[in-house]
């Protein structure tokens, strides 16, 4: 199998090591999921090499882990360390044979809606509702767009970027923009077509701490490698992971930089290695510590989700969520109601996190015996139904979306097989929902996913 950064995008590898575009393979070819085995279950592909976006784990997007080593498997532990400050997890054990529901919410179909402006070699690295942002990094075209999920082919260039984008927020009049290189916030003005750049700053951190691995004392960094966005009435928040060695899995201390209306950044000094996901809700802020994970995507450390009030940047609680690399794909999708979260996981349990915010219990849907490819999950999009009970999952491993029921963890009719080649750079990536269809990415390309009434 050729090197995953030889496939494509061999500029970004250089720059996001540990992306899952540049994950090392096991070593055999990567199989497509046309064959079946002799035991009538469909046969697990080899590891696909990811390039989704949306905090994904460099790109922001590009945060997870396509490529995994599922020797060393860790499953989320039955009970929280003691100072987790959480209840216990119930398990849901999963069965032997994989249990499929029909409700009158099935998915339908699929088709091709639109190509982004950097065309079918790019790379849509965040899509929200009419608003996405996509990379090129065979032309070194980049691209806020704007698209109409009403029309097809409507996505169209509203600037050319400076640099590759990883995630986009819209904030009022102006857009603000993740880079990971040249490390900062871009923010863009629509109204006059100025384009800010603000290079995140270096912080002296309030008490030393080692690293995830132990290896290196660290007093002072500069924040790189950002995440997920969020925003309240006066600040953005960007969660950055801060990667030291991609060969060993090692993050420096995880932060979270706040920019205030005047473009100075200030920084909240996460527990756990690695934040991911961010979000605003309730008025408190969520943060996804993904925890570290080495090339094989085997989870080093826990993974937790932190609260914090937004005014202060105090720490309000914290609960472990164990050795399960959640929120990788560096997003929290939150229902409706705003009752509870869901979390992909990155350690090929195939494992929802869902986190009741009234009770912060959290109640894992094993998914692993639905999935085509048993052995390699990597959840590299999800989005809620309108009413908050079912979740579109996309497995990028086997290039197919599933919908789960999140009140029973269980499929809801057949999954759709989307991606058609198991073995390039491009797989299922950020998904958005607008009405009850769904929007996702694969490669430079929006795909549209019909659901039933």
């Not at 500029?11 to 090591?17: I, L």
């Not at 997890?89 to 639109?114: K, Q, R, Y």
């Not at 990667?243 to 527990?271: C, M, N, Q, Y």
């Not at 048993?374 to 919908?403: A, H, K, P």
Request: with cysteine.
């Amino acid at each position: 199998m050729t090197p995953p950064s030889a496939v494509r995008l061999t500029p970004f590898c250089k720059h996001n090591p540990s992306s899952p575009i540049c994950i090392e393979p096991k070593g055999e070819e990567t199989k497509k999921l046309d064959s079946f085995t002799s035991q009538g279950q469909p046969s697990a592909p080899d590891s696909k090499i990811v390039s989704v976006l949306k905090g994904l784990f460099l790109f922001t997007p590009f945060s997870a882990t396509g490529c995994v080593d599922t020797s060393s498997q860790n499953q989320i532990p039955n009970t929280p360390s003691s100072d987790a400050g959480s209840p216990d997890i119930p398990l849901d054990l999963p069965s032997d044979t994989p249990v499929v529901e029909t409700t009158s919410t099935e998915l339908v179909g699929f088709e091709p809606h639109a190509t982004t402006p950097c065309g079918p070699d790019g790379v849509l690295t965040d899509l929200d509702e009419g608003l996405g942002v996509c990379a090129n990094y065979q032309s070194g075209e980049h691209h806020l767009f704007s698209w109409d999920p009403q029309v097809k082919e409507s996505a169209s260039s509203l600037v050319s970027l400076s640099n590759p984008p990883d995630q986009v927020l819209e904030n009022g009049s102006e857009i603000y923009i993740t880079t990971h290189e040249n490390p900062g916030i871009t923010v863009v003005n629509l109204q006059n077509q100025t384009e800010k750049h603000y290079p995140f700053p270096a912080v002296t951190l309030n008490q030393p701490r080692y690293t995830s691995s132990d290896q290196e004392l660290v007093t002072s960094l500069t924040p790189a490698y950002p995440k997920g966005l969020a925003k309240t009435e006066n600040q953005v928040f960007v969660a950055t992971a801060n990667l030291l060695d991609s060969e060993k899995g090692d993050f420096r201390p995880g932060t979270v930089l706040a920019l205030d209306s005047s473009g100075h950044f200030k920084a909240i000094e996460t527990f756990g290695y690695n934040p991911t996901g961010i979000a605003v809700l309730n008025d408190r802020l969520f943060v996804v510590s993904t925890g570290a994970y080495d090339k094989k995507g085997q989870a080093l450390t826990d993974s937790f989700l932190e609260i914090y009030d937004p005014i202060s940047h105090e720490r309000l609680e914290k609960i472990n969520l164990g050795k399960s690399a959640a929120g990788i794909s560096g997003e929290i999708n939150v229902s409706d109601d705003r009752k509870k979260i869901i979390l992909p996981t990155g350690n090929n349990s195939g494992d929802l996190l869902v986190v009741d915010l009234e009770s912060l219990q959290v109640t894992p849907h094993s998914l692993k015996n639905s999935m085509a490819s048993q052995n390699r999950i990597f959840f590299s999009g999800l989005q809620l139904t309108e009413d908050g009970r079912y979740s579109l999952v996309n497995n990028f491993n086997d290039g197919q979306s599933y919908l789960v029921d999140l009140n029973t963890g269980k499929l809801v009719g057949a999954p759709l097989s989307i991606d058609p080649d198991l073995t390039d750079a491009n797989g299922l990536g950020d998904t958005v929902r607008v009405g009850k269809d769904f929007y996702l990415g694969l490669g430079g390309q929006i795909m549209q996913v019909r659901t039933t009434e």
